[in-house]
């Protein structure tokens, strides 16, 4: 069959189709990307290291291959002070008593990292790192640093950097939610699920 025979029998096949049966086959389409949009964020985090706006959509156009991040979890920067890169976490004291958090002295402050945040001003970047649920709801402070610290060393690429995250966090700290992109809100939970989709 030369190429005008095979153009014809496709043309002749698709002329066949009934309409009614065309019309579904392109609204399954279009619900196929409503379904893809609704898709769970972490799989949706797979296809590659997204920021904030493109994890709420998907962002699944992109062209190539998408960006890895290599992002480190906030146990990780905690027992690893010397991987700490633009930011100081401070001396480990064992001689003092107390928790973890009460062993760890000097260090960036938090609200220096955060530009004056007052959420934990009285601590420091590893000492927020320690700090157990009860004075850090869903640990979003210590995923905040985790996230800062991988951006500050290139672990997320052009996704997340560190303006982003210090305005994440100021947001959710001044209205109780971050608002990634017009018509979404997320809370502490949602926001620690966006970072750590750009955890390896």
Known sequence: MNDKQLSECIEGKTKSIDPSRRRF??????ASGVILTLASRPVL???????????VSGNVSA??????CTGETPDYWGAHPADWTGYEAGTYDSSKGGTEL???????????AFLGSTRFEDHSMMQVIWMDPGEDPSKLGAHCVAALLNAAGGRTNS???????????HEWEMNGFY??????????????????????
Do not use: H, R
């Open 25 to 30: 086959t392109k609204s399954g389409l279009a």
């Open 45 to 55: 985090a797979n296809l590659g290291c997204k920021s904030p706006s493109g994890f």
């Open 63 to 68: 062209q190539g291959t998408p960006l890895a």
């Open 102 to 112: 009460e062993k760890w002295v000097g260090g960036t402050p938090f609200s220096s």
């Open 159 to 169: 996704a997340l950097t560190d303006t982003q995250i210090i305005a994440m966090f």
């Open 179 to 200: 608002e990634p992109t017009a018509g979404f809100q997320w809370t502490a939970d949602e926001i620690v699920t966006y970072i750590q989709s750009t955890f390896s």
